[in-house]
């Protein structure tokens, strides 16, 4: 099935496109062709242009919302995360699988327009990939792209950079925080997938995760934002098939199946020398993953979150 997740994309982008002043961001029309919509490189961004980041990146396939909820016994707002189509707008578009490297300029990028490149392995895998005449892609990163850039794109997607509209934001800022905590639902398929369990068994999903404090820089709101799903993040995902591979793969699937887990990221990052590779992939995910099986009515949780973590690490300081 083609999911046509650019077109959905661009359709959502071009439904806000004339409320930038209220969403506080900017467009940006590159020269050579091209459109970068700026959520909080120069411009403020906010909450909504953040929401609406997240539902681009999931190319409009999940609700996304902020809703109540707590750590331990303190009150704190939650990104929450819906869909039917948890492949499609999970892997197939919203996972940060793309490093984008051009002279200077680096961005993890994400979005539908993945598929379009299809250049991960994860598509082969999965068996998907999109033909498209417009791309929409999100771009974790500090700097605006430039025209070179663009011309990148082009050239492994085949998109003329004319018809590329690029949504941009830095990790730390109110838009780029929570477009990463919207990530709860995509991180436990990642990993499941990674695991070897067949996510096409996972017919809905949904998540919620505590909204980050926006980090004084980069690198400490990748901290942040890292510590609010693997000590917070709670996913539920509806499946079928049988219960005892869920049994099997289930204890593996949550954070705390990590020798890491309990410790802020910024502290497992430092005993890792500050390389990303070198630290437990087994850590990304949730911190609790619940399976609801849809065939047998069987409901199976993993993990745990881990309040007190949270606390430390976000900076809660009671008044």
Same mark, same amino acid.
């Given at each position: 099935?083609?999911?046509?997740?650019n077109?959905?994309?661009?359709?959502?982008?071009?439904?806000?496109?004339?409320?930038?002043?209220?969403?506080? &961001?900017?467009?940006?029309?590159?020269?050579?062709?091209?459109?970068?919509? !700026?959520?909080?490189?120069?411009?403020?961004?906010?909450?909504?242009?953040?929401?609406?980041?997240?539902?681009?990146?999931?190319?409009?396939?999940?609700? #996304?919302?902020?809703?109540?909820?707590? $750590? *331990?016994?303190?009150?704190?707002?939650?990104?929450?995360?819906?869909?039917?189509?948890? #492949?499609?707008?999970?892997?197939?578009?919203?996972?940060?699988?793309?490093?984008?490297? &051009? %002279?200077?300029?680096?961005?993890?990028?994400?979005?539908? $327009?993945?598929?379009?490149?299809?250049?991960?392995?994860?598509? +082969?895998?999965?068996?998907?990939?999109?033909?498209?005449?417009?791309?929409?892609?999100?771009l +974790?990163?500090?700097?605006?792209?430039?025209?070179? &850039?663009?011309?990148?794109?082009?050239?492994?997607? *085949?998109?003329?950079?004319?018809?590329?509209?690029?949504? #941009?934001?830095?990790?730390?800022?109110?838009?780029?925080?929570?477009?990463?905590?919207?990530?709860?639902v995509?991180?436990?398929?990642?990993?499941?997938h990674?695991?070897?369990?067949?996510?096409?068994?996972?017919r809905?999903?949904?998540?919620?995760?505590?909204?980050?404090?926006?980090?004084?820089? /980069?690198?400490?709101?990748?901290?942040?934002?890292?510590?609010?799903?693997?000590?917070?993040?709670?996913?539920?995902?509806?499946?079928?098939?049988? !219960? +005892?591979?869920?049994?099997?793969i289930?204890?593996?699937?949550?954070?705390?199946?990590?020798?890491?887990? *309990?410790?802020?990221?910024?502290? $497992?990052?430092?005993?890792?020398?500050? %390389?990303?590779?070198?630290?437990?992939?087994?850590?990304?995910?949730?911190?609790e993953?619940?399976?609801?099986?849809?065939?047998?009515?069987?409901?199976? @949780?993993?993990?745990?979150?881990?309040p /007190?973590?949270?606390?430390?690490?976000? *900076?809660? @300081?009671?008044?």
């Amino acid at each position: 099935m083609t999911w046509r997740l650019n077109e959905r994309a661009l359709q959502l982008l071009e439904s806000a496109a004339a409320d930038q002043p209220a969403l506080r &961001v900017a467009q940006h029309d590159i020269p050579g062709g091209g459109r970068v919509f !700026d959520f909080g490189v120069a411009a403020e961004g906010g909450l909504r242009a953040g929401l609406l980041m997240a539902q681009v990146c999931m190319a409009g396939l999940a609700d #996304v919302s902020l809703t109540a909820g707590s $750590i *331990g016994d303190r009150a704190w707002p939650h990104v929450m995360v819906a869909t039917d189509q948890p #492949v499609a707008a999970c892997l197939f578009s919203q996972y940060a699988g793309w490093q984008v490297a &051009v %002279d200077k300029f680096f961005a993890m990028g994400s979005g539908p $327009i993945r598929a379009v490149g299809a250049r991960e392995e994860l598509f +082969e895998r999965l068996n998907y990939r999109e033909s498209a005449a417009a791309a929409v892609g999100v771009l +974790e990163t500090r700097k605006l792209p430039t025209a070179a &850039v663009l011309a990148e794109l082009a050239a492994k997607t *085949g998109v003329v950079p004319a018809n590329i509209s690029l949504l #941009v934001a830095p990790t730390a800022s109110p838009a780029g925080t929570l477009q990463v905590v919207a990530r709860s639902v995509e991180t436990a398929l990642h990993k499941l997938h990674e695991l070897g369990f067949d996510v096409h068994r996972i017919r809905s999903a949904w998540g919620t995760a505590p909204l980050a404090p926006v980090g004084q820089n /980069d690198m400490a709101a990748i901290g942040l934002t890292n510590d609010a799903i693997l000590y917070g993040g709670r996913v539920t995902l509806w499946v079928r098939g049988d !219960d +005892e591979s869920i049994a099997a793969i289930g204890p593996g699937a949550p954070a705390s199946a990590s020798s890491g887990y *309990g410790q802020p990221f910024q502290s $497992i990052f430092e005993a890792a020398g500050r %390389d990303f590779y070198k630290i437990d992939p087994l850590l990304f995910s949730p911190a609790e993953i619940t399976f609801q099986n849809l065939d047998t009515g069987r409901v199976q @949780q993993f993990g745990r979150v881990a309040p /007190d973590v949270l606390i430390q690490s976000f *900076g809660v @300081q009671a008044g």
